[in-house]
């Protein structure tokens, strides 16, 4: 919503993750045309493909905008969001490098002029295992200056889940989010499985596991 998404937008989601993968089902729900979604993961990838996204491979050598290009006939997109973060890696060569600024630089090049940019993705004022000096003061080399003419729109922070919980939890309910379960790859877990599915999805699972400590779920199946 954030990013200004309607009905025939064209969307680019950075980040594959169970946010990226809620962003893509809600771009869709609102009626985008073209949801294009990034990652590394070749497994989340593979996910959102099969759900209906374009993706665009950021191991490639490629850059984002010329595979966005290949795919709309065009280099930007109406809409952004960032769902990464300060863990965002560079793309090609640097696709195993942090580079806690890229995701919002790539925004910023991608999203038309007066587009928007939604950024759920989590910052913080100060990042100590960060890979530069600066990123570990949580300040970001930000390249707005080649961005400023096209003048973007960004809002970023914690999602205002209360504002949206009823509407998507009746879009739900009444099934017009059908793709959602599959997008999602949900996988219900005891409370003591909990450990190794944190390991399992911190090593880049396509899964979103939850977790139900009183195995109601299956008592209620």
Known sequence: MEAGAKVGSTVYIAGAGPVGRCAAAGARLI???????????????????????????????????????????????????????????????????????????????????????GVPGIYTNADPKASTDLTKKGQLPVDFGKAWIKSPKLTAGQA?????????????????MPYLSAMLNTEIIALEQAPEAYKTFSEGSPKKFVIDPHGSVKKAA
């Open 31 to 117: 009626g985008a045309s073209c949801i294009i979604v990034a990652d590394t993961n070749t497994a989340r990838l593979d996910l959102v493909k099969n759900n209906g996204c374009e993706v665009v491979d950021l191991t490639k050598d490629t850059p984002v905008a010329d595979q966005i290009e290949a795919i709309l006939g065009k280099r930007e997109v109406d809409c952004g969001v960032d769902c990464v973060g300060l863990e965002a890696h560079g793309n090609g060569p640097e696709a195993n490098t942090e580079h806690s600024e890229a995701v919002i630089n790539t925004l910023l090049q991608v999203v038309r002029a007066g587009g928007a940019m």
């Open 160 to 176: 205002p889940i209360m504002h949206y919980n009823r509407d998507l939890m009746m879009a739900i309910l009444w099934d017009r």
